[in-house]
Protein backbone atom coordinates (compact mmCIF):
# COMPACT_ATOMS: atom_id res chain seq x y z
CA UNK A 1 0.00 0.00 0.00
CA UNK A 2 1.01 3.50 -0.33
CA UNK A 3 0.09 6.34 2.20
CA UNK A 4 -3.18 7.75 2.36
CA UNK A 5 -4.56 11.38 3.20
CA UNK A 6 -8.12 11.74 3.31
CA UNK A 7 -10.17 15.05 4.05
CA UNK A 8 -13.62 14.34 6.99
CA UNK A 9 -15.67 17.69 7.02
CA UNK A 10 -15.54 18.16 10.85
CA UNK A 11 -19.39 19.13 10.90
CA UNK A 12 -20.52 16.29 8.82
CA UNK A 13 -17.75 13.97 8.89
CA UNK A 14 -18.46 13.19 5.51
CA UNK A 15 -15.55 12.38 3.49
CA UNK A 16 -16.71 13.54 -0.12
CA UNK A 17 -12.90 13.79 -1.97
CA UNK A 18 -12.51 9.62 -1.21
CA UNK A 19 -13.31 6.83 -3.68
CA UNK A 20 -14.43 4.97 0.25
CA UNK A 21 -18.33 4.23 0.30
CA UNK A 22 -20.56 5.51 3.09
CA UNK A 23 -22.53 2.50 4.57
CA UNK A 24 -25.84 3.38 5.49
CA UNK A 25 -28.50 1.97 7.80
CA UNK A 26 -31.81 2.94 7.25
CA UNK A 27 -34.10 1.66 10.16
CA UNK A 28 -36.22 -0.81 8.01
CA UNK A 29 -32.62 -2.40 8.28
CA UNK A 30 -31.86 -2.26 12.18
CA UNK A 31 -35.62 -1.71 13.17
CA UNK A 32 -35.52 -4.89 15.53
CA UNK A 33 -32.41 -3.22 17.88
CA UNK A 34 -35.12 -0.95 18.91
CA UNK A 35 -37.15 -2.03 22.12
CA UNK A 36 -40.11 -0.67 21.07
CA UNK A 37 -40.96 -2.37 18.16
CA UNK A 38 -44.60 -1.00 17.75
CA UNK A 39 -43.23 2.28 16.97
CA UNK A 40 -40.77 1.52 14.81
CA UNK A 41 -43.45 -0.39 12.78
CA UNK A 42 -45.34 3.00 12.82
CA UNK A 43 -43.15 4.97 12.00
CA UNK A 44 -42.13 2.62 9.50
CA UNK A 45 -45.35 2.98 7.74
CA UNK A 46 -45.34 5.92 6.45
CA UNK A 47 -41.67 6.32 5.97
CA UNK A 48 -38.37 4.82 6.13
CA UNK A 49 -35.47 6.96 8.15
CA UNK A 50 -31.34 7.33 7.93
CA UNK A 51 -30.83 6.43 11.65
CA UNK A 52 -26.43 6.41 10.86
CA UNK A 53 -23.80 5.87 8.23
CA UNK A 54 -20.60 5.04 8.42
CA UNK A 55 -17.00 5.40 6.23
CA UNK A 56 -15.46 2.21 5.11
CA UNK A 57 -12.05 3.62 3.51
CA UNK A 58 -11.06 -0.11 2.44
CA UNK A 59 -8.06 -0.69 4.06
CA UNK A 60 -7.25 -4.34 3.33
CA UNK A 61 -8.38 -6.40 6.59
CA UNK A 62 -5.09 -7.77 7.58
CA UNK A 63 -2.70 -7.95 10.50
CA UNK A 64 -0.87 -4.87 10.96
CA UNK A 65 -3.50 -2.18 9.58
CA UNK A 66 -6.50 0.05 11.14
CA UNK A 67 -9.11 0.36 9.80
CA UNK A 68 -10.59 4.06 10.33
CA UNK A 69 -13.16 6.57 9.62
CA UNK A 70 -16.09 8.45 10.68
CA UNK A 71 -19.41 7.47 11.67
CA UNK A 72 -22.89 10.14 11.37
CA UNK A 73 -25.28 9.27 13.91
CA UNK A 74 -28.75 11.50 13.41
CA UNK A 75 -31.07 12.37 15.63
CA UNK A 76 -33.67 10.89 16.37
CA UNK A 77 -35.72 8.69 19.03
CA UNK A 78 -38.06 5.23 18.50
CA UNK A 79 -40.30 6.19 21.03
CA UNK A 80 -38.65 7.43 23.96
CA UNK A 81 -34.92 5.09 22.40
CA UNK A 82 -32.15 7.63 20.80
CA UNK A 83 -31.25 6.40 17.40
CA UNK A 84 -27.98 4.48 18.27
CA UNK A 85 -25.95 1.82 15.82
CA UNK A 86 -26.54 -1.92 16.27
CA UNK A 87 -23.27 -2.75 18.32
CA UNK A 88 -21.21 -5.35 18.18
CA UNK A 89 -18.48 -7.52 19.70
CA UNK A 90 -15.01 -7.85 17.62
CA UNK A 91 -14.73 -11.15 15.99
CA UNK A 92 -11.22 -10.88 17.73
CA UNK A 93 -12.64 -10.48 21.05
CA UNK A 94 -10.01 -8.51 22.53
CA UNK A 95 -9.08 -6.04 20.35
CA UNK A 96 -9.80 -2.51 21.71
CA UNK A 97 -10.90 0.90 19.93
CA UNK A 98 -10.74 4.30 20.03
CA UNK A 99 -13.52 6.96 18.97
CA UNK A 100 -12.84 10.68 18.90
CA UNK A 101 -16.08 13.03 19.08
CA UNK A 102 -16.25 15.77 15.92
CA UNK A 103 -19.44 16.63 16.87
CA UNK A 104 -22.28 16.58 18.76
CA UNK A 105 -23.64 14.95 22.28
CA UNK A 106 -23.51 11.34 22.57
CA UNK A 107 -22.67 8.11 24.48
CA UNK A 108 -20.82 5.29 23.68
CA UNK A 109 -22.31 2.11 25.79
CA UNK A 110 -19.96 -1.18 26.34
CA UNK A 111 -20.46 -4.70 28.04
CA UNK A 112 -18.51 -7.64 28.24
CA UNK A 113 -19.57 -11.53 28.23
CA UNK A 114 -19.17 -11.63 32.33
CA UNK A 115 -22.08 -8.26 32.05
CA UNK A 116 -19.86 -5.20 33.59
CA UNK A 117 -21.38 -2.33 31.80
CA UNK A 118 -19.64 0.81 31.07
CA UNK A 119 -20.71 4.14 29.12
CA UNK A 120 -19.18 7.47 28.67
CA UNK A 121 -20.55 10.84 27.34
CA UNK A 122 -19.14 11.92 24.35
CA UNK A 123 -18.88 16.04 22.90
CA UNK A 124 -16.80 17.28 20.67
CA UNK A 125 -13.09 16.93 21.52
CA UNK A 126 -13.62 13.87 23.82
CA UNK A 127 -11.82 10.36 22.96
CA UNK A 128 -13.20 7.04 24.44
CA UNK A 129 -10.95 3.66 24.29
CA UNK A 130 -13.00 0.89 23.78
CA UNK A 131 -11.05 -1.60 25.92
CA UNK A 132 -10.67 -5.25 24.07
CA UNK A 133 -13.55 -7.67 24.83
CA UNK A 134 -16.56 -4.64 24.98
CA UNK A 135 -19.22 -4.89 22.90
CA UNK A 136 -19.91 -0.91 21.71
CA UNK A 137 -22.67 1.22 20.44
CA UNK A 138 -23.02 4.75 20.10
CA UNK A 139 -25.77 6.84 20.74
CA UNK A 140 -27.16 9.86 19.78
CA UNK A 141 -28.80 11.67 22.58
CA UNK A 142 -29.14 15.30 20.97
CA UNK A 143 -32.79 15.96 20.06
CA UNK A 144 -31.52 18.24 16.98
CA UNK A 145 -27.72 17.68 16.66
CA UNK A 146 -25.67 15.22 14.27
CA UNK A 147 -22.99 12.38 16.64
CA UNK A 148 -20.04 12.38 14.52
CA UNK A 149 -16.96 10.15 15.58
CA UNK A 150 -13.97 9.20 14.18
CA UNK A 151 -12.61 5.55 14.76
CA UNK A 152 -9.97 3.22 14.61
CA UNK A 153 -9.00 -0.38 15.41
CA UNK A 154 -7.16 -2.78 13.83
CA UNK A 155 -8.15 -3.77 10.22
CA UNK A 156 -8.47 -7.77 11.00
CA UNK A 157 -10.51 -7.63 14.09
CA UNK A 158 -14.00 -8.05 12.22
CA UNK A 159 -17.29 -7.91 13.48
CA UNK A 160 -19.52 -10.00 15.26
CA UNK A 161 -23.21 -8.73 15.38
CA UNK A 162 -25.22 -12.31 16.69
CA UNK A 163 -24.83 -12.22 20.33
CA UNK A 164 -25.65 -8.25 20.58
CA UNK A 165 -29.02 -9.42 18.14
CA UNK A 166 -30.10 -11.81 20.09
CA UNK A 167 -29.43 -10.65 23.35
CA UNK A 168 -29.38 -7.06 22.92
CA UNK A 169 -27.43 -4.80 25.57
CA UNK A 170 -28.04 -5.13 29.37
CA UNK A 171 -28.60 -1.08 29.40
CA UNK A 172 -30.81 1.02 27.18
CA UNK A 173 -30.49 4.58 26.46
CA UNK A 174 -33.82 6.61 26.64
CA UNK A 175 -35.15 10.55 27.04
CA UNK A 176 -35.89 11.81 30.82
CA UNK A 177 -38.75 13.15 28.99
CA UNK A 178 -37.10 16.64 29.99
CA UNK A 179 -34.22 17.04 26.98
CA UNK A 180 -31.77 14.72 28.47
CA UNK A 181 -31.14 11.19 28.56
CA UNK A 182 -31.40 8.47 31.87
CA UNK A 183 -30.48 5.03 31.42
CA UNK A 184 -32.11 1.99 32.36
CA UNK A 185 -32.04 -1.73 32.16
CA UNK A 186 -33.16 -3.31 29.09
CA UNK A 187 -36.62 -5.16 30.09
CA UNK A 188 -35.55 -7.54 27.16
CA UNK A 189 -32.25 -8.12 27.39
CA UNK A 190 -31.93 -11.87 26.95
CA UNK A 191 -29.56 -13.80 29.45
CA UNK A 192 -29.66 -17.44 27.79
O1 LIG B 1 -21.11 -1.89 12.85
P1 LIG B 1 -22.14 -1.07 13.54
O2 LIG B 1 -22.41 -1.50 14.94
O3 LIG B 1 -23.38 -0.93 12.72
O4 LIG B 1 -21.53 0.37 13.68
C1 LIG B 1 -21.08 1.02 12.55
C2 LIG B 1 -19.62 1.30 12.57
O5 LIG B 1 -19.39 2.09 13.67
C3 LIG B 1 -18.09 2.31 14.02
O6 LIG B 1 -17.72 3.55 13.96
C4 LIG B 1 -17.14 1.21 13.94
O7 LIG B 1 -15.88 1.43 14.32
C5 LIG B 1 -17.29 0.48 12.69
O8 LIG B 1 -16.43 -0.60 12.68
C6 LIG B 1 -18.72 0.09 12.60
O9 LIG B 1 -18.96 -0.84 11.61
FE1 LIG C 1 -15.93 -1.91 16.75
Given at each position: ?????????????????T???S???S???????????????????S??????????????E????I?????????G??????????????????????????????????????G???????????S????G??A?????????????????????A???????????F???????????????????????
Amino acid sequence: MTPKTTFFDLQTGFAPETESVSLKRSLSTIKSIFSNQEKAEEILSSEDRLVYEFYDLGIPEKEGNIAYGTSILYPGKVGDEFHMTKGHFHTILDTGEVYYCLKGHGMMMMENPEGDVEYREMRAGHSVFVPGRYAHRTINVSDTEVFVTFFAFRADAGHDYGTVESKGFRKLVVSDGQGGYKIIDNPKWNSI
